[in-house]
């Protein structure tokens, strides 16, 4: 067995070798061939001329190696079919075509190692308590949502290397901590998001960070009943899947889309008689979106500050609410006081971030 582990680390290191190799060999019958020969050039800039400056060679190689997305293709796939592994330190292969992510903290959650200090924790709930007497009228109508990483929804197939060994985490301690010494609402739906795991549909895509709209109506859910509100259970839902292009993991790994197989959940079965109306979209980076629903099951306005998880969290949200307005936290100081007004304010933010939460905090009290 250790024989064999050699053998293939031995061949991991001489494939790149030989793949520069081959390349290599291909760039220099092809410059053989096109010398003294004017080149087309179809791009709008200047082509980098071959020299013999070792500095100025991969410059004139991305240029002009022929076949080159094929054989990096090709290098990749080898790459990750041969010896599982992919050319980018912050995405872990997992099992059965799961991906997952080493960054922003990630792997210390998953470890369960270099929580928050008590005096960390104590900073982050006096902020809280600011930011929920600026936002709202009464305490009820203020949550935090943590959502929860997906590995640890789906940490069956990680590595054994990555295997909590704390039975704990900073989400963990850090939820702890906030209901021990106050009444603010938090919701952190891992249990429910574990359940819900072991069902046929994934709640997260495999090839990305991210949870779909099925992992998101979970957490809607448990958001919806912690500010007093009727739920739906996943079961109740006609779900489909569509093919789409590989997710964020795919490509850090520089794996061709082809070689994956993604799909996007859409459902229905969940108040599909609302009648909603996109008030404003994000699309020039201004870090709102606003919908208003005229057929609601709650007659409340809905004021969420978010990261890229609250994204699939509208799609349940908009059914629900009167009004949702949804404010990306990279933006808190450029959006206007107002659009910060509603019935209800939630602040959310995925766990393997939660170090930048004193600072978003800070931002909304400002």
Same mark, same amino acid.
């Given at each position: ?11 991991s290191?001489?494939l790149?070798v030989?793949?520069f190799a081959?390349?290599l060999?291909?760039?220099?019958i092809?410059?053989?061939v096109?010398m ?5 050039n179809l /791009?709008?800039r @200047?082509l980098? =001329?071959?020299s013999?400056e070792?500095? &100025?060679?991969e410059?004139?190689?991305n #240029?002009?190696?022929?076949f ?11 790459n990750?079919?041969l010896?599982g ?9 997992g ?7 080493t ?32 936002y709202t009228?009464r305490p ?7 959502a ?12 054994e290397?990555? /295997?909590n060994q @704390?039975?704990? =985490?900073?989400?963990a301690e850090?939820? &702890?901590?906030?209901?021990d010494h106050s #009444?603010?609402?938090v919701?952190?739906p ?5 359940r819900e795991a072991?069902?046929?549909v994934?709640?997260y895509?495999?090839?990305d960070t ?6 998101a ?7 919806i009943?912690?500010?007093?509100g009727?739920?739906?259970?996943l079961?109740e839902?006609t ?6 292009g590989a997710g ?5 790994g520089?794996?061709?889309?082809q070689?994956?197989?993604e799909y996007?959940?859409?459902f229905t079965g969940?108040?599909d008689e609302?009648?909603i ?9 201004t870090g709102?979106?606003?919908a ?6 709650d ?9 890229s998880f609250g994204?699939?969290m ?5 059914r629900?609410f ?5 404010i990306?936290w ?5 959006v206007?006081?107002?659009e910060f007004?509603?019935?209800l304010?939630?602040?959310?933010i995925?766990?393997r971030?939660?170090l ?11």
């Amino acid at each position: 067995m250790d024989d064999q582990k050699k053998n293939n680390q031995i061949c991991s290191k001489l494939l790149p070798v030989l793949f520069f190799a081959v390349l290599l060999a291909t760039g220099v019958i092809a410059m053989a061939v096109t010398m003294g020969r004017e080149e087309e050039n179809l /791009e709008n800039r @200047t082509l980098a =001329s071959f020299s013999g400056e070792p500095s &100025r060679f991969e410059e004139w190689l991305n #240029d002009h190696a022929p076949f080159r997305s094929q054989w990096l293709n090709a290098y990749a796939y080898l790459n990750y079919r041969l010896f599982g592994s992919v050319d980018n330190e912050q995405v872990i292969v997992g099992k059965d075509g799961w991906f997952f992510y080493t960054g922003d903290g990630t792997v210390d959650e998953m470890l369960g190692v270099r929580p928050f200090t008590e005096a960390e924790m104590a900073e982050i709930l006096e902020e809280l308590l600011a930011v929920r007497a600026q936002y709202t009228d009464r305490p009820e109508d203020f949550a935090v949502f943590v959502a929860p990483d997906k590995e640890k929804i789906y940490s069956q197939y990680l590595p054994e290397v990555y /295997e909590n060994q @704390t039975g704990t =985490s900073k989400a963990a301690e850090l939820v &702890r901590y906030i209901r021990d010494h106050s #009444d603010i609402r938090v919701v952190y739906p891992v249990e429910e998001l574990k359940r819900e795991a072991e069902g046929s549909v994934p709640l997260y895509y495999k090839t990305d960070t991210h949870w779909n709209r099925l992992g998101a109506f979970v957490g809607v859910q448990e958001l919806i009943s912690s500010l007093g509100g009727k739920t739906h259970g996943l079961s109740e839902l006609t779900v489909s899947m569509e093919e789409k292009g590989a997710g964020d993991l795919a490509l850090l790994g520089h794996l061709p889309e082809q070689y994956y197989e993604e799909y996007d959940p859409f459902f229905t079965g969940y108040y599909d008689e609302a009648e909603i109306s996109v008030l404003v979209e994000d699309l020039s980076g201004t870090g709102i979106r606003k919908a208003v629903n005229g057929n609601p099951a709650d007659e409340r306005k809905l004021v969420m500050v978010r990261d890229s998880f609250g994204d699939a969290m509208n799609t349940s949200l908009c059914r629900y609410f009167k009004e949702v307005t949804s404010i990306n936290w990279e933006k808190i100081s450029e959006v206007p006081k107002e659009e910060f007004q509603g019935d209800l304010f939630v602040y959310e933010i995925v766990e393997r971030w939660l170090l930048r939460m004193p600072e978003d905090l800070k931002g909304l009290l400002e």
